[in-house]
């Protein structure tokens, strides 16, 4: 099966500075990639998400990145600002299984003001 | 209506109880999904339903009973839980799309505490 492994697990940053979370996944199969982020007490939701066919891809202040040869993925955020801090969930799916998608362990996000 | 919504929020049950967590959407979505998540960990899947019929179990114990009543309802029975099944149960849903983006909505969750 997928395995999804995301780093790093806690990430601290100053407010405006940019911040990375890098994904590798195993299953050369899977085509879709999305990027969740989970409020403390709130439910994951999409927050950015990437195809196979498309190396990258933007919406306003966070950005997707797609390797599919070395099957690594990472989420970009610009301009970090405190509202940032979450826990973020990168995943892994195909479409083979109704869209079922393997999800890494997740980074803790803090955006100091 | 764009969301998942899920019954009851909170849910206390002794380990001889039977208890069932609801979930329901009207986006038109074919895909259903229960996930277990704990403490500081990401979503588990457990199942998932396709056009109302159960296409993946992941090795979840006979003590959960998922049920798919129609295309926007979603049902887990519980029977006879463990203390470690103690975790936030989130429902999911997403569209079938042919190409292979599957967003998938969460509902607010049941916070399940077993005793």
């Known amino acids: 099966g997928e395995n999804v492994e995301q780093h790093p697990s806690t990430l601290s940053v100053q407010e405006g500075d940019s911040a990375v979370i890098k994904c590798t996944y195993s299953?050369?199969?899977?085509?879709?990639f999305p990027w969740y982020k989970q409020e403390l007490g709130k439910r994951p939701q999409l927050i950015i998400d990437i195809r196979s066919n498309v190396g990258e891809k933007k919406d306003q202040r966070i950005a997707v990145t797609l390797n599919k040869t070395a099957k690594h993925f990472s989420l970009h955020i610009t301009e970090t600002q405190p509202e940032d801090s979450a826990v973020y969930f990168c995943?892994?799916?195909?479409?083979?299984?109704?869209?079922?998608?393997?999800f890494g362990d997740g980074t803790t996000l803090t955006v100091k003001p | 209506d764009t969301e998942v919504t899920q019954t009851p929020k909170h849910l206390v049950m002794g380990m001889t109880n039977k208890k069932s967590l609801k979930c329901e959407q009207h986006?038109?979505?074919?895909?259903m999904y229960w996930y277990k998540q704990k403490a500081k960990k990401p979503p588990e899947l457990m199942f998932v339903?396709?056009?109302?019929?159960?296409?993946i179990n992941e090795s979840v114990p006979s003590r959960f009973s998922p049920e798919c009543p129609n295309s926007s309802l979603l049902n887990l029975h519980l029977h006879a839980l463990q203390p470690e099944d103690s975790a936030l149960y989130l429902c999911a849903s997403s569209p079938i799309l042919a190409g292979g983006r599957h967003e998938q909505f969460f509902g607010p969750g049941t916070r399940l505490t077993v005793l």
């Open positions: 986006m038109g979505h074919r895909a």
């Open positions: 995943a892994a799916g195909d479409n083979t299984n109704a869209g079922k998608s393997t």
């Open positions: 339903y396709s056009y109302e019929k159960l296409s």
């Open positions: 299953d050369s199969a899977s085509n879709y």
